[in-house]
Structures are given as structure tokens and as C-alpha cells.
């Protein structure tokens, strides 16, 4: 309704001038063009009434005033945001072309030399109104398609979170693992990314734009335990070298399952799908740096970044962590075994960052501590799969 209004009332101008003879016959020729006028004697006047609302659309200033003259009150309008904007015409006397130049380089988008002629002042007025019309619609149109490009990148970020989550989701009521593993591992990940972001081996890979893809894709890191069997997955005690092979089929089909989910998006081929990370980390957190991990004994750069981010952060959770097949072992000892693993399980460039967070880690896991209510819930689950007699009370 505002722009309606706005679209029917006749244009203003604000004419700025200290002498009232020079002035009455600009606001007669511009009331029979049928615009709107303020009038202003000085230019102190000229600057409160630009601000005024609603805004004058077009200003015509005397250059030769006391006090401030229009030079300067011209560089005074260009230089506020809400008037910079309002096309400024010079009214003078002076017709030299330094005085042209000065106009111009003060900010000035035309220059009418007196005496007036009302036939070329209403034309340069229509000339200035249409193009600042055309500006401001050019300007309310690209204010709108960058808003509405705003809103569309929302609502994908919120679909690819969701589709992530969902999935997560879903490997989670699978799994005897609780909810706060797959938040402390993704917390584990930002942080060992973040710190390496500048590492001369990571910086091209670790930009602000993966760092974000790879930690809304940790959750997913398990996501193919879906496929594993309840008596198997569920299993409280050791497992056979069977039953283990089974496990170790987890990284393939939760790349499956990223993939298959990845072939319902329809992205331009020429870029990346968002779920490129998700596969990697599915597929290759098993893998250690030696060459002696799963699924395909990957070493060294061979194994994407993003799981070797993941390996670390998902043996230091599973660590600290209690299950009921065994006990937490403490962070002391959980960095000790890290360590240890450094240059065989892990890259040694990532054990050298999460020794510098060690203590970041440790109030990660307090923080997002599992509850006994998580536990007992796993153990609710587990006995429901093998009876009451096969697991031991807490």
C-alpha cells in the first residue's frame, strides 16, 4: 500500500535558493508541471528539509549562497546514506566550464545556468525524475532478488541439515551408541579442522566452506550400521572374526546409503553434491594411516582428510566412553593410547593438533557426558535382543 501511494503522489522538489526573486518563478513553472516544492533560503535549511519525510526527489541548488554554499551542500548530500541518492541539479549564474567540472565533481548530475528557461528546466526535472525512477527500480529489484537468494540458500541449508540429521537419525536408533557420541565427535572434528585450517598440508582443503560441509557431515560417519544384523551390532561381548568381518561391511554401506541418497538431489553436475564429504567420512574412517584399517587398507594422504579427521575423533569418543561390553578409560589414558597410535593409526600432523586441544576435548566430553538414563536405555535395548540372563547388571 506504501509503494501504491508513493507511485500516485506527484513528485517533490526541493528548490534551494537565497534569493526569493530567483526562486518564485522556478516554483510557478514547477507547480504548472505539477509537482510538489519546499522551498529552502540557505543551505543549513536545504539539509534538514533533504532529510525530511518523505524525501524530496530531485533538488535544485543555487551554487552561490553565504554561509554554506552549494558546493558544499551538495558534498554534504552525497555524503549521508539517505540522501546520497537524490539526483542534485545546479542553478547559477556561473557558466564557466571549471564551474561545470566543480559541480560535477561535487556531486551534481546536471547544471542549468540562469536565467531560467522553463521549457529546459521541466525538461532536465522529467529527464532526472525518470532515471532516478529507474534506478530505485533497479535497486528495489536487485534488493529483492538478493533477499529471495538469501531465502533459497536457507531453505537448501535447511534441507541438507535435515536430510543429514534425518539420517543420522536413523543409524542412531540402530546402534547401542547414544545421540551425545554423534554430537561430541562432530564437536571433536570442528575443532581438529579449525585448528589445521592454516597447516601447510590442510590449508587448500580446510576452507571456512568444507570446514562447515565436513562438520555437518559427521554425524553420518556410522550411518552404515544400519545394515548390520541386531545380534551382531547389539553383540555385549567379543565378537568372532565372522561376525567382525560383518561389521567391517559398515563403511560400504553407509556410502551406499549417501549415495543412493545423493542420486535423489538434483545439483548441476558441475558442482559438488554437499553429501561429498558424508561418503568419505563413511567410507574411509576405518582406515589408519599404516594401511592396516578397512575398507580398502588406504594409507598415508591416500585416506581423505575428512576421515582422517573422523578416525581420531571417533577412537578418542569410543575410548572415554562406557559401554556395556567394557569400561571408560580415562582421558589420561585415552590421549596416552592417541598418541601412541600416531604415525600408525593416525596422521601425525592431526594427533600433533588434538594434543594441543587435549583439554578443548576433554570439556567437549563432560559437557555432552552420556547419562546413566543413556545407558540404561542400551542395556533395555540389548536385553530385549539377548535375554535377560546373557548381560550383567550395572
Not at 581438529?192 to 597447516?199: G, M, N, P, T, V
Not at 590449508?203 to 560441509?213: D, G, K, Q, V, Y
Not at 562438520?215 to 565378537?239: E, M, N, Q, T
Not at 594422504?301 to 575428512?306: N, Q, R, T
Amino acid at each position: 500500500m506504501k509503494e501504491a501511494a508513493a507511485a500516485e503522489r506527484p513528485a517533490t522538489i526541493l528548490v534551494v535558493d537565497d534569493a526569493p526573486e530567483s526562486i518564485e518563478p522556478i516554483v510557478r513553472v514547477l507547480r504548472q508541471g505539477e509537482y510538489a516544492t519546499r522551498i529552502a533560503n540557505n543551505g543549513l535549511k536545504a539539509l534538514a528539509l533533504a532529510v525530511a519525510d518523505p524525501a524530496p526527489d530531485l533538488i535544485l541548488l543555487d551554487v552561490m549562497m553565504p554561509g554554506i554554499d552549494g558546493y558544499e551542500v551538495c558534498r554534504a548530500l552525497k555524503a549521508e546514506p539517505l540522501t546520497r541518492d537524490i539526483p542534485v541539479i545546479f542553478l547559477t549564474v556561473l557558466n564557466d566550464a571549471c564551474d561545470e567540472e566543480n559541480g560535477f565533481a561535487a556531486g551534481a548530475v546536471d547544471y542549468i545556468t540562469k536565467p531560467i528557461s522553463p521549457p529546459i528546466l521541466l525538461a532536465r526535472v522529467r529527464t532526472h525524475l525518470t532515471l532516478k525512477a529507474a534506478r530505485d527500480f533497479l535497486a528495489d529489484r536487485n534488493s529483492f532478488l538478493e533477499q529471495e537468494v538469501m531465502r533459497r540458500t536457507r531453505e537448501v541449508c535447511v534441507i541438507q541439515d535435515a536430510t543429514i540429521m534425518a539420517m543420522a537419525t536413523l543409524a542412531e536408533t540402530r546402534d547401542a551408541e547414544t545421540g551425545n557420541h554423534i554430537r561430541r565427535t562432530q564437536m571433536y572434528v570442528r575443532c581438529l579442522a579449525d585448528r589445521l585450517h592454516d597447516h601447510p598440508r590442510f590449508a587448500a582443503t580446510l576452507t571456512s566452506e568444507n570446514i562447515h560441509l565436513i562438520c555437518k557431515s559427521a554425524p553420518l560417519h556410522d550411518i552404515g550400521k544400519v545394515g548390520i544384523p541386531d545380534r551382531i551390532l547389539l553383540k555385549p561381548g567379543r565378537l568372532t572374526a565372522e561376525e567382525f568381518d560383518i561389521i567391517k561391511t559398515h563403511p560400504r554401506l553407509g556410502r551406499d546409503a549417501i549415495l543412493a541418497a545423493e542420486r535423489l538431489i538434483d545439483t548441476d553436475s558441475q558442482s559438488p553434491s554437499f553429501l561429498r564429504f558424508a561418503k568419505e567420512i563413511a567410507y574411509s574412517h576405518q582406515e589408519k594411516w599404516d594401511g592396516s584399517g578397512y575398507p580398502e587398507g588406504l594409507s598415508g594422504d591416500d585416506i581423505p582428510l575428512s576421515a582422517r579427521l573422523m578416525a581420531l575423533a571417533d577412537v578418542y569418543d569410543a575410548l572415554i566412553s562406557e559401554r556395556v561390553y567394557k569400561k571408560p578409560f580415562s582421558h589420561a589414558e585415552a590421549v596416552a593410547m592417541i598418541t601412541a597410535g600416531r604415525g600408525a593409526h593416525f596422521d601425525p600432523d592431526i594427533v600433533d593438533a588434538f594434543l594441543d586441544l587435549a583439554d578443548t576435548f576433554e570439556a567437549i566430553a563432560r559437557e555432552y557426558a552420556d547419562r546413566d538414563t543413556d545407558l540404561d536405555v542400551q542395556m533395555t535395548r540389548l536385553r530385549q535382543v539377548f535375554g535377560e540372563e546373557a548381560l550383567p547388571s550395572r
